[in-house]
């Protein structure tokens, strides 16, 4: 009998086979259905048996795709300006100890001490057609106002406010611009 866990199993993903919170139903990062995702044997299952018995999530969408997503901007009331590059990434604030910076560095506001690292992924959900916000964070984020489900993907929308932290201390909207 196959034991049910949280590890993505998608092979491309940067979260491959990483543990994820226990309660998330899909990766944060890809957007693959962790439905499927099974406690792998004993030793560690290769790329290749994963890239041959899990297909792709319908979700997530690819650089193949030839519909068009709007690029994601966050703006601070002090008029400085947070883009999304690709369909997925991280918000939070660079890590001094290996130096890692997350897709949306939030490092330099006033504040940002309490937004965590890692604070939240950003992804394109295809099948939405919206791009989705999972926390992971440890002081939480609101969605106009309404605190955020840790590891549950929610829809923004354009004109939301997205706040990380308590105390309204980090304030963000969000702008979707067709491209």
């Not at 993903?13 to 890809?30: E, T």
């Not at 439905?35 to 048996?49: L, M």
């Not at 297909?55 to 966050?74: I, M, V, Y």
């Not at 939480?140 to 004109?159: E, I, M, Q, T, V």
Request: glycine share 6%; charged share 15%.
């Amino acid at each position: 009998m196959a034991i049910q866990t949280h590890r993505c199993p998608e092979p491309s993903c940067s979260f491959f086979n990483q543990v994820l919170p226990h309660n998330a139903k899909i990766c944060p990062m890809c957007g693959t259905s962790l439905a499927q995702a099974v406690q792998p044997p004993a030793r560690v299952a290769s790329a290749s048996y994963h890239a041959q018995t899990l297909a792709p999530s319908p979700q997530f969408s690819s650089t193949s795709n030839n519909q068009e997503r709007p690029q994601l901007k966050l703006l601070h009331p002090n008029k400085q300006s947070f883009v999304l590059l690709r369909e997925s990434g991280i918000i939070g604030r660079q890590s001094l100890d290996n130096g890692m910076r997350p897709d949306i560095d939030l490092t330099g506001l006033p504040h940002a001490g309490i937004i965590s690292r890692t604070h939240a992924h950003l992804y394109w959900d295809l099948a939405q057609q919206a791009y989705m916000i999972v926390d992971d964070s440890r002081n939480g984020s609101y969605l106009n106002d309404k605190l955020l489900a840790r590891g549950a993907p929610h829809p923004l929308s354009h004109g939301d406010k997205l706040q990380l932290g308590q105390e309204q201390l980090i304030c963000l909207q969000v702008e979707l611009i067709n491209n």
